[in-house]
């Protein structure tokens, strides 16, 4: 079964920092786009951010909310992504999903459950 | 940035009804739109992409057109499992932005 599932999230305070995991089965992740996107509470989607693939160099583009705070990164080796999340704001309170593009203009085909992050004092 | 402005917000209609939704692009963005589905608590669910292409195992009775850089999303014949909230997304240009969303409600 192709599926990505999150880990990681939790509550945290202003300021502070968290790291998201996602992980793939049932494909060949590294032939793969695979992003960030999150969902505030009562809110809508926001796309987060991507890491290219090795062919790419792992190039990476983010909103411009978390331009400076947030980092994504890949292993492929562990069919896996990661978002590594610091300087925490009480607006960056949502569920993370990874979703899965198969190409650079390609719809998101799967994504995971998603994991809450709460930022709160 | 792309903004992609999407209507109605929300719409409430019959089961068997036409529905349509509709989602404009504040710039060119070729093709590269896609729809999905959102029931509550979960995660979405892709429906269209690239405007007009059905993903598999999407019923027939959801379709997507584009005219220009209006794009539609139309469900010929509502059902009761359609209710949901559905966001479109380009797909063109970084940052990848959504439409602020159309939730649908069975009468």
């Known amino acids: 079964e192709v599926q990505l599932v999150e880990s990681g999230g939790g509550l945290v305070q202003p300021g502070g920092s968290l790291r998201l995991s996602c992980a793939g089965s049932?494909?060949?992740?590294?032939?793969?786009?695979v992003d960030w996107v999150r969902q505030a509470p009562g809110k809508g989607l926001e796309w987060v951010g991507r890491?290219?693939?090795?062919?790419?160099?792992?190039?990476?583009e983010y909103v411009a909310s978390v331009k400076g705070r947030f980092t994504i990164s890949r292993d492929d080796s562990k069919n896996s992504l990661y978002l590594q999340m610091n300087s925490l704001k009480t607006e960056d309170t949502a569920v993370y999903y990874c979703?899965?593009?198969?190409?650079?203009?390609?719809?998101?085909?799967?994504w995971g459950q998603g994991t809450m992050v709460t930022v709160s004092s | 940035d792309i903004q992609m402005t999407q209507s109605p917000s929300t719409l409430s209609a019959s089961v068997g009804d036409r529905v349509t939704i509709t989602c404009r692009a504040s710039q060119s963005i070729s093709s590269w739109l896609a729809w999905y589905q959102q029931k509550a608590g979960k995660a979405p669910k892709l429906l269209i992409y690239e405007a007009s292409s059905l993903e598999s195992g999407v019923p027939s009775r959801f379709s997507g057109s584009v005219s220009g850089t209006e794009f539609t999303l139309t469900i010929s014949s509502l059902q009761p499992d359609d209710s949901a909230t559905y966001y479109c997304?380009?797909?063109?240009?970084?940052?990848?932005?959504f439409g602020g969303g159309t939730k649908v409600e069975i009468k």
């Open positions: 979703a899965r593009a198969g190409g650079r203009y390609s719809a998101f085909d799967i």
């Open positions: 997304q380009q797909c063109n240009s970084y940052p990848l932005t």
């Open positions: 890491t290219r693939k090795k062919t790419n160099s792992y190039t990476t």
């Open positions: 049932g494909f060949t992740f590294s032939d793969h786009y």
